[in-house]
C-alpha cells in the first residue's frame, strides 16, 4: 500500500439495509409465536394462583382445625375473575365477617389468609356450577360439601387451546387440564 492510500474498513449503506431487512423480517415471523408464549404464561400464572389458594385453604384448615372459605369478590354467581379471598369461617357461613379492628386474629374470629385481586389482561374464570359464591375445606382437609366442581380460566379471545381448566375432584384436591375448557 502506498502513502497516500486509506484503506476504508465498514459496511456499505446496501449492506445495512440488507440486514436491517433480514432481521425485520425474522422478528415479524417470531412475535405470534412469542405474543402466544405471553398469554400462556399470563393463564399459567393465574391458574397457578388460583391453585395455590386452593391448597392454602385446605392446609390452612386441617391445620387450624377450622373451616377455611374461598369467597369471590364478585356480586355475579359463577364469576371469579374479580379475585377471591381466602379466610377462616368460624361460623361456616361463607362470608368474611371481620370482628375486629385488629389486624391479628382472634380466638373464633374470621381470619383473612389471603387476597387475591381481580384478573389482568381480561382473563375469565368462570365455574361449572356448584362453587358459584364460594367453597371451603373442613378441619379434616375434605370440601365442606363433597362435590366435584371446575374453574375454567380463559384468555379474552376464546382460544380454547390455551385455556386451563382447573377440576376440584370430591376430595378436594385440585388439578389442571389444558386446551379441554369452553370458554365464555
Known amino acids: 500500500m502506498s502513502k497516500n492510500q486509506i484503506r476504508t474498513v465498514g459496511f ?10 433480514v432481521a425485520a423480517i425474522l422478528a415479524a415471523i417470531a412475535a405470534p409465536g412469542f405474543m402466544a408464549m405471553i398469554r400462556d404464561n399470563r393463564i399459567s400464572t393465574q391458574a397457578n394462583n388460583l391453585i395455590g389458594s386452593i391448597q392454602l385453604a385446605r392446609s390452612e384448615a386441617a ?64 365455574t361449572a356450577s356448584n362453587f358459584s359464591q364460594w367453597f371451603a375445606y373442613n378441619p ?32 378436594g384436591r385440585p388439578s389442571t387440564e389444558k386446551g379441554t375448557s369452553s370458554c365464555p
Not at 12 to 21: D, S, Y
Open 63 to 126: 391445620k387450624r382445625g377450622v373451616q377455611v372459605t374461598i369467597r369471590h369478590n364478585g356480586s355475579t354467581a359463577n364469576k371469579w375473575d374479580d379475585g377471591w379471598i381466602v379466610f377462616t369461617d368460624w361460623d361456616g357461613d361463607g362470608v368474611y365477617d371481620d370482628n375486629s379492628s385488629a389486624p391479628e386474629c382472634g380466638v373464633e374470629e374470621d381470619c383473612l389468609l389471603r387476597t387475591q385481586s381481580a384478573l389482568p389482561n381480561n382473563l375469565t374464570l368462570r
Open 140 to 171: 379434616s382437609g375434605y370440601p365442606v360439601d363433597l362435590v366435584t366442581d371446575s374453574f375454567s380460566l380463559c384468555a379474552p379471545n376464546g382460544d380454547t387451546s390455551n385455556a386451563r381448566k382447573i377440576v376440584l375432584n370430591n376430595t
Open 12 to 21: 456499505t449503506l446496501i449492506e445495512l439495509m440488507v440486514t436491517l431487512a
